[in-house]
């Protein structure tokens, strides 16, 4: 997990693609590359701009997953959470958790 972390930081964490690789890296434990793959082909976008800040905006903007600075009507927390895990077709617990006790499916 800190290998993970260490990449996904370097990768510009929330400001580009990095978190998202972690949680494939993470939930499904797939290596670096093949979770750097599975992003961009999710995102419709090359692999070499998953760390290209000015792309990454637009495109969580776009997909409304969550930036460092959210702006008006824009998705931040649980929000965004949730958006990621239904783009990446993943689980998150803290969106478990969160459904779970609003009793949404």
């Known amino acids: 997990m800190v290998i993970s972390h260490s990449i996904a930081s370097g990768m510009g964490g929330i400001r580009t693609a990095g978190d998202l ?3 494939m ?10 979770a750097k793959k599975f992003v ?3 995102l419709g976008i090359d692999v070499s701009e998953l760390t290209d800040p000015l792309i990454m ?6 997909y409304n997953l969550g930036r460092i600075q959210p702006g008006a009507g824009e998705a931040n927390g649980i929000e965004a959470k949730i958006n990621i895990a239904e ?15 609003a009793n949404i499916k």
Not at 25 to 34: H, K, P, S
Not at 57 to 62: K, L, S, T, Y
Not at 87 to 101: M, P, Q, R, T
Request: proline fraction near 0%; charged fraction near 45%; avoid cysteine.
């Open 21 to 23: 690789v972690a949680r």
């Open 57 to 62: 905006g637009e495109i969580r903007e776009e």
């Open 40 to 42: 961009a082909k999710k």
């Open 87 to 101: 783009l990446l077709g993943i689980e998150i617990n803290s969106v478990k958790k969160f459904k779970e006790k």
């Open 25 to 34: 890296q993470m939930t499904r434990n797939m290596r670096i590359d093949e």
